[in-house]
DNA sequence: ATAATGCCTTCCGTAACGTCAAGGTCAATG
DNA sequence: CATTGACCTTGACGTTACGGAAGGCATTAT
């Protein structure tokens, strides 16, 4: 049995676009080209072809799926188990989107009176303010008082959606810590990761930003039982995983 | 306070490329052009910045978020809500994928035997076999009994491969229909997708289709007691439904 | 013979940027 | 003061898996 594009199309419920497609990226060559250039496919192809949907059907890329029908003794099975892994992560990461956004619409319709969060929120305020104190003098002496009052205000002052995404940062930093901790090494991407959404996270209090004064914080989150206790809420120890990637981040070591 | 594109990349975590294409698909207006041509940004468009990041992090598209902070006056909860749906859906079909991969997996170790579904799957073709026979003399005329001898030989050498394929197929006419049952319109896509697949399913048990012998099986899907009870598993008048829409399918009417 | 399909190649478009490449601008340093 | 190095600009290509359209032969049906 030979077929032309729109025959193969039809069988298997594909556009000839796609067939043409999969002959371009050598994923699927027709048995033959006719003397008028036509693609012609046999019984093979078509065997062929029903693999490659199989495996498309379970959201494997086409790259994926051309190293494993273009030799036989591939470990399908391994293939699978590493797709099973991408699919499961991406599932972790809808998730935690959906997670957000439900919160957002909940924040939206006030039925998070967020008095619990925006007291840990005040209380960050003004150990980061402490911090800038003990560390600023230099920004002080830099930009004068009144920069260090415009920051201040800039605190006072901040939108509902800028408080949104402090708080979304906030997020953020805890779940990127909570993964990275399983690594178990503060220079992984991922601890890295947190400690530079933890600086983006800093940006909204601070004006200036100096990498010695967020080492100083990150010392600061361990020396302060109260900085410790709320990091070490999920996870022992998460405390001084953060210090240890931010002073990697920062270079900066005490 | 002023901005460049680097100064607020860092101090908002993106690149500067990402400043560039915000200012091109006029998502992030700079607040004015330096002679030389340099974006400068102010405070306000900082502002803006968070409230696009912020939206992204909850997986929206540029597009949609353009929409949201274009007017003050948009219905950001309503977007949220329609948000969610999109992303719950994505879920949903992330769950079928996932689950799919890992039947592939537990077949490829042998851990599902097979017995229960391969009965049906021979009691299917047996019942396939009476349809052509019922309705093959057409067909029989026209090709000849070595072209249907051909087609039957067809079945029985199906390779793991294809056999897998056509069980996955069956797996989503399943669950095709099973959404398109709670629209309860055979005319509808979902509904149709499904009359689509089944006819892709087909094509492993037939040499050539007939829209005739296609609308005349559904039919008996209908009529015959074990077909019906296994199409009516998990939902009373699947048969009937699934009838419905391959005769709006076929545009064959009985 | 002619009209209707069917086939071909080539190119643009998609989302959200990353990554050069070529060239102008600005601040600091020798 | 010239030069370096950091920073800025536009422009263009690459990424995924095709959809769609244009323009031009080939085959088939009437």
Known sequence: MEYTVQ????????????????????????????????????????????????YRELGMSLDEIKRIVRDPLFDRKQALIEHRMRLVDQRRQLDQLISNVENTIAFSEGRITMTDKDKFVGFKQQMVHENEQKYGEEIREKYGDEAIDQANQKVMDMTPEEHARVTQLADEIKAALAQ????GDPASDLAQKAAALHKQ???????????????????MYVDDERFKAHYDQQQEGTAEFLRDAIHLFTGVKK
Do not use: C
């Not at 199309?9 to 060559?29: F, P």
């Not at 990275?180 to 690594?183: G, I, K, L, N, S």
């Not at 967020?214 to 010392?219: E, F, I, V, W, Y």
């Open 180 to 183: 990275a901790m399983q690594t």
């Open 201 to 219: 996270w800093l940006m909204f209090y601070w004006n200036e930003y100096s990498k010695e004064a967020h080492a100083g914080l990150a010392q």
């Open 7 to 54: 025959k193969l199309g039809k069988l298997a419920g594909i556009s000839t676009r796609t067939l043409r497609y999969y002959d371009e990226i050598d994923l699927l060559k027709p048995a033959r080209v006719s003397s008028s250039g036509y693609r012609i496919y046999g019984t093979k192809e078509v065997d062929r072809l029903q693999v490659i949907l199989f």
